[in-house]
């Protein structure tokens, strides 16, 4: 049988047939939880933006044009879900961040590298905090998504010169944290 594309099933879901939304979020479910895992730090919260990621988009999807693709649209509908959530978190004053090195970093092998682990999983997550929103976006997006420069132009709406500099600045942040805390 043959596997529709996005375009196809969104085609359908505005035709009425919700069950093509269903397909569409089973293919993006994983992608866009990660996404927010990544902006908002714990797997409550991020869950809680995925949920709602995908209804803002259901929601939204009459205003989907076609002119990038849908993941494209979908991931930017994320992003700015969890930049939401962050600023809710801010303002609330309990910035939670995830354990996003565990699966870039050395496997714990005694006490000693154990407890580095999280001392420099730890310093890493307060430099990423401590970035500004729009950065912290891109530096996520860059460098544990390794997405290019134009995907990320078109989630967040901007050139890719103003994109490579804000990713240049986050890196040079990060940097300077981790050198000055270290």
Do not use: C
Request: no cysteine.
């Amino acid at each position: 049988m043959h596997q529709l594309s996005d375009h196809e099933l969104v085609n359908e879901v505005r035709n009425g047939k919700r069950q093509a939304y269903t397909e569409l979020m089973r293919r993006y479910q994983q992608r866009v939880y990660w996404v927010a895992r990544r902006i908002v730090g714990s797997h409550e919260e991020a869950d809680d933006v995925a949920q709602e990621t995908f209804i803002k988009a259901y929601l939204a999807l009459g205003d989907f044009r076609g002119d990038s693709s849908f993941f494209t649209w979908l991931y930017r509908i994320a992003v700015n879900m969890s930049l939401n959530a962050v600023r809710k978190q801010q303002v609330m004053g309990y910035l939670r961040q995830s354990e996003i090195l565990s699966r870039i970093l050395p496997a714990k092998e005694t006490p000693a590298t154990e407890l580095e682990f999280k001392e420099t999983e730890s310093l890493l997550q307060r430099a990423i905090a401590e970035l500004p929103e729009k950065q912290r976006a891109v530096f996520v997006m860059r460098y544990f998504d390794e997405m290019p420069y134009e995907e990320i132009s078109q989630v967040m709406k901007t050139s890719v010169g103003g994109l490579k500099a804000n990713y240049f600045h986050a890196l040079k942040k990060v940097q300077e944290y981790l050198k000055n805390e270290a």
